[in-house]
Every structure is written in structure tokens, then in C-alpha cells.
């Protein structure tokens, strides 16, 4: 959810309030480390109250850009089941890694949306075409940095497509198949000619790897702004995680149950190195229902709540900063997210009010 979106949860709350089933949770979302905007939301059952921060999500963030930052555990934790779905379902039960690369002579060419998305729509379906049906990729901007004059730039324009699929060994005939028809694709697009491409696979087969490719396809590589703002201003809005095959409906759920079984057992088995660097099973579990706005104490219960963002009356968004709310919070979740304590809104039963009589007086016959 977004900051200054437009937020209808279709029940006012007064009308949640009265009702038998009354929606009673609210949930204040924040931004920033002074909050501005928090907005109430309404659970669709009973007094839960939680809290989430709301960030800018962009890559050049000096908070959302981070390695592991909250913007980035959200990330990962909403793609992870996809990513052990695919390491699960193969023959040979791994994971398969390619990097398409952009060649530097015409990287000019692919400074926006379209480009872009001309050229990962092509590679999805080039990678179809090799029975790679279920997949998902996303654009890095820039690389890990190059050495110029001795020094570390981060800021060379270096876009590359990361594809995971299901993984399988590829010969090298195969490989020299893909190659060539991403050197077609890119003259086709760039309108120049391209000599040699670089496209890279790897196969893994341990779960931690997969966690690790995970995390690293997810992170930011547009960590500078300062002399990028027009690529920034044409890459506005850009669609960058795209999934190919998984389905709808049913059949996605089933896939994606199933890479949430494998990943659960693998967190309630990691050991040693691997545990620092993943999530508690319980840490991951509470991470992903958030993201997802459904109800954490309910779901302990064995109920399935999602989570309504409330408006008040004028249709406004109530303004609390987090300093104002940090007496209600209970716990403080994984990915900037908190569990809250209740508000009791009216500590007087409504039958004691209906019973008083004296409030009635001048206003209705009481005889």
C-alpha cells in the first residue's frame, strides 16, 4: 500500500462498530522516522491493533535502498515461495540462475520503460521456448560497482535481466541457442549491430542459495540519483518483477503452498552460518502475513482476518506521529511492522447506556 493512495475499506466505523460482527481492528500506518501519516485500518473481526511503516520503496533510498533494510525484507519475504516452488518442482530439484546482459556499446538504448520491457517480455518467452514454463525476473540497473582509476563507481548505467526458473543442466549447444537469439533481440531493439553477448546460468541445488538468489534479485542497484534523475523520472512507475506460469486461482495457490512448505521446513532447519543470514521461521511467517495485510492473533487462532485500511467520517486519514504512538507498542515485528495494544474506544457497556434513563430525559417520554 501506498502513501496517498486512495483508500475505500467500503464500511464506515461507526457502521463496523455497530454491526453483530463488528470490524474492530485498528491499524496505524506510518512513514518515515518522524510519521506523518498514519492511517487506521479495520480488521474484519475482533480488537487486534497493529502498525506499519510506510516507505518510498525507492531504490535510491538512503533508507529503502539498503541491503536487508525493511523495504527489502518485504521485498523477498512477498517472492521467497515462488523462489523454493521453482528450486522444489524439477527433476533434479535445484534452481537455475541467468543474467542477460546489455551489452555496453548500446545500453543508451535501454534507458526506458518500453525498452526495458520490450526486452523481458522477449526474454520470457525466449526461455518458454527452452521448457523454462514457470519463472519469474527482474531488472538490476546498475552492477555491484566498476573499478575506475583505481576507485569504485557505482554509478555506471549496467542494466541486466535476472531470470530464476526451474533448474536444470543446459549443453552447451543450448547455450549457444539462447545466446544468439538475445544478440538478435538486441539488435532488433537497439536498431545497431551487437557482435558478442554475455548471458550467465548457474544451477544451484542447496535450499540456502536459493534463499540467497532470493534476497539478491530483490535488492536495489540504483543507489545513486544525483546525475541519474532522468533515467529516473523515464523509469517512473516501471513494472520491474514479472512472474511467468504459475497460474491463477487454485493452481497458483497449490504451486505456491507447496514453496511454502519446502521454505518452512528448510527455516526450522537451518543451522550455523546459513541461520545468521535467514529468518526465524516464526520471524518469516509474521513477516509475510503483514505484507500480505492479514491478521497475525487471528491467524494463531486459526482464522484467516485480512486487514482494512479505515477512514474517518470525512473520509481522512487520522495523523499520529511515532513518538505518539510508541506507548502502544506491545512487540516490533521484522520488516517494520509492530503489534499494538487495544484502544478501548467506550468502556461502558451500550446496555448500561439504553438502561440510564436520565440520559433520556427532555428528549423521548420515559413513562
Excluded at 535502498?65 to 523477498?76: A, I, N, P, Q, V
Excluded at 512477498?78 to 543474467?99: A, E, P, S, T
Excluded at 504459475?246 to 518452512?264: I, M, P, S, Y
Excluded at 495485510?293 to 511515532?322: A, H, P, S
Aim: aromatic share 10%; net charge positive.
Amino acid at each position: 500500500m501506498r502513501a496517498g493512495g486512495s483508500l475505500n475499506p467500503g464500511v464506515s466505523y461507526g457502521e463496523a462498530r455497530a454491526g453483530a460482527k463488528a470490524l474492530a481492528l485498528v491499524s496505524l500506518l506510518f512513514t518515515g522516522e518522524t510519521s506523518k501519516e498514519p492511517l487506521f485500518s479495520l480488521c474484519a473481526k475482533y480488537l487486534h491493533d497493529f502498525a506499519k511503516r510506510l516507505f518510498c520503496g525507492r531504490e535510491w533510498c538512503k533508507r529503502c535502498g539498503l541491503d536487508e533494510s525493511d523495504m527489502h525484507k518485504r521485498r523477498y519475504a512477498r517472492l521467497m515461495d515462488k523462489v523454493f516452488y521453482l528450486g522444489d518442482i524439477g527433476k533434479n530439484h535445484g534452481l537455475g540462475y541467468f543474467v542477460f546482459t546489455i551489452p555496453s556499446q548500446i545500453r543508451e538504448k535501454f534507458r526506458s520503460k518500453g525498452k526495458l520491457s520490450r526486452a523481458g517480455r522477449a526474454v520470457r518467452e525466449l526461455l518458454k521456448s527452452h521448457d523454462f514454463d514457470v519463472g519469474l525476473s527482474r531488472w538490476h540497473y546498475f552492477g555491484d560497482g566498476e573499478i575506475t582509476e583505481g576507485e569504485l563507481d557505482a554509478g555506471v548505467y549496467h542494466p541486466h535481466l535476472n531470470c530464476l526458473v526451474v533448474g536444470r543442466w543446459i549443453p552447451e549447444k543450448e547455450m549457444r541457442v539462447i545466446k544468439e537469439a538475445w544478440r538478435r533481440l538486441l539488435e532488433l531493439v537497439s536498431g545497431e549491430s551487437v557482435d558478442v553477448v554475455d548471458v550467465h546460468y548457474q544451477y544451484f541445488k542447496s535450499q540456502s542459495q536459493w534463499w540467497h538468489k532470493g534476497v539478491y534479485v530483490t535488492r536495489s542497484t540504483f543507489k545513486r540519483l544525483e546525475g541519474h534523475e532522468g533515467l529516473a523520472e523515464r523509469l517512473f512507475g516501471f513494472r520491474n518483477l514479472c512472474y511467468w506460469g504459475f497460474g491463477q486461482g487454485e493452481k497458483r495457490e497449490a504451486k505456491l503452498k507447496r514453496g511454502r512448505v519446502v521454505l518452512g521446513l528448510w527455516l526450522d532447519d537451518v543451522k550455523g552460518k546459513e541461520k545468521e543470514e535467514a529468518m526465524t521461521r516464526k520471524e518469516f511467517d509474521e513477516l509475510v502475513s503483514m505484507s500480505h495485510m492479514k491478521c497475525l492473533k487471528c491467524m494463531e487462532q486459526g482464522e484467516l482476518v485480512g486487514i482494512i485500511t479505515y477512514q474517518d467520517f470525512n473520509g481522512c486519514r487520522k495523523v499520529e506521529d511515532l513518538e505518539t504512538l510508541r506507548p502502544r507498542i506491545e512487540r516490533e515485528l521484522s520488516g517494520g511492522f509492530y503489534v499494538l495494544s487495544t484502544v478501548i474506544l467506550n468502556e461502558k457497556p451500550m446496555s448500561s447506556v439504553e438502561d440510564d434513563t436520565k440520559s433520556l430525559e427532555g428528549e423521548y417520554d420515559t413513562s
